[in-house]
């Protein structure tokens, strides 16, 4: 089983729709948790953290359910610009420190 | 503020030859990690430095090892390069904490033929 694990997509939606991606991870010591954004041919850049409590940027909102190892993350009101790969990451510190990436979901919307 | 930054961009080496990948850290950020991302993947973690101590590793083999020096800036090197060894080289730097994101580099493509 991998560490980090994401729904494999691709998604395409509609400019306005709203579109959620989930994430499953492994290690119950797992300490914090991200969605980063890849454009293609370009570095991953942060999105936002995700908390325990939920926490919303926007027209993006996380969610972290430590019971389950599970993350989500809703977007509304989708735009073109959203296009783009969404990263579900990691860390962890046993036996040493990890960062683990899922391998990303891919996102098109459409006008 | 100096984001973090790669060289080379891109690097064609022939299989068995040995590389070397740099990558200058984030002003104020003492922690890099490295990554190997292949088309279609999300990006492996290969190992951190912390303060020029390693202090995590993936799953990769002896072969791809690493420095990190005084400045903070860091190396990746691979040695007796294989095809697989094929992909784009990311470098990442925080601030230390580890819940602290990562502010990445633009990479570096590499070629083994």
């Known amino acids: 089983r991998k560490e980090v694990e994401q729904d494999p997509g691709p998604f395409n939606v509609p400019e306005g729709a709203t579109v959620a991606f989930n994430c499953t991870y492994s290690?119950?010591?797992?300490?914090?948790f991200f969605w980063y954004r890849q454009d293609c041919r370009k570095e991953p850049k942060l999105l936002m953290s995700?908390?325990?409590s939920g926490n919303e940027d926007g027209r993006f909102t996380a969610q972290l359910n430590r019971a389950s190892q599970y993350i989500s993350l809703l977007i509304r009101d989708s735009k073109l610009s959203d296009s783009a790969t969404y990263l579900c990451?990691?860390?962890?510190?046993?036996?040493?420190?990890?960062?683990?990436f899922g391998a990303g979901t891919r996102l098109f919307v459409k006008a | 503020e100096t984001g973090v930054t790669q060289s080379p961009t891109h690097l064609i080496k022939t299989r068995g030859q040995q590389v070397t990948l740099r990558c200058s850290s984030q002003?104020?950020?003492?922690?890099v990690s490295w990554y190997q991302q292949a088309l279609g993947q999300g990006p492996q973690f290969i190992f951190q430095?912390?303060?020029?101590?390693?202090?995590g590793r993936g799953n990769f083999p002896p072969r791809f090892s690493g420095l990190q020096f005084p400045n903070y800036s860091s190396e990746l090197n691979v040695n007796a390069l294989e095809l697989d060894d094929s992909a784009l080289y990311l470098c990442?730097?925080?601030?230390?904490?580890?819940?602290?994101?990562?502010?990445f580099g633009n990479g570096t493509r590499l070629t083994v033929t």
């Open positions: 990442a730097s925080s601030p230390g904490s580890y819940n602290s994101p990562l502010h």
């Open positions: 290690n119950s010591a797992s300490q914090s």
């Open positions: 995700v908390y325990s």
């Open positions: 990451v990691v860390t962890f510190n046993t036996g040493g420190f990890k960062t683990i």
């Open positions: 002003s104020g950020h003492n922690t």
């Open positions: 430095y912390y303060r020029e101590e390693e202090n």
